[in-house]
């Protein structure tokens, strides 16, 4: 069983940057395609971004040009790059497989845009 472990949100002005991980453990991802999602007050969860085994991205029409997603495998790690935030993108975000599999989800990490 999979344990992902988000990490890097925060409180930052709008225009601004940051870089989320996603530590995986007790299973390999590297041969998962694995996705970003975030979750809004009053949303529903949605796909921000995915990465396949093999490196391919996809990116939702909001976030495209401004955010890149990565992996680095022999870190079992998935990171979000996140550059000119807008207000609109506060939401605490989660990585998991893509698509996703069963109810499993990590405690996600908190992005606030504001100034």
């Known amino acids: 069983q999979v344990q992902l472990v988000e990490s890097g949100g925060g409180l930052v002005q709008p225009g601004g940057s940051l870089r989320l991980s996603c530590a995986a453990s007790g299973s390999t991802i590297s041969i998962n395609a694995m996705g970003w999602y975030r979750q809004a007050p009053g949303k529903q969860r949605e796909l921000v971004a995915a990465?396949?085994?093999?490196?391919?991205?996809h990116y939702a029409d909001s976030v495209k040009g401004r955010f890149t997603i990565s992996r680095d495998n022999a870190k079992n790690t998935v990171y979000l790059q996140m550059s000119s935030l807008k207000p609109e993108d506060t939401a605490v975000y989660y990585c998991?497989?893509?698509?996703?599999?069963?109810?499993?989800w990590g405690q996600g990490t908190q992005v606030t845009v504001s100034s």
């Open positions: 990465i396949s085994s093999s490196g391919s991205t």
């Open positions: 998991n497989y893509y698509p996703v599999r069963g109810a499993y």
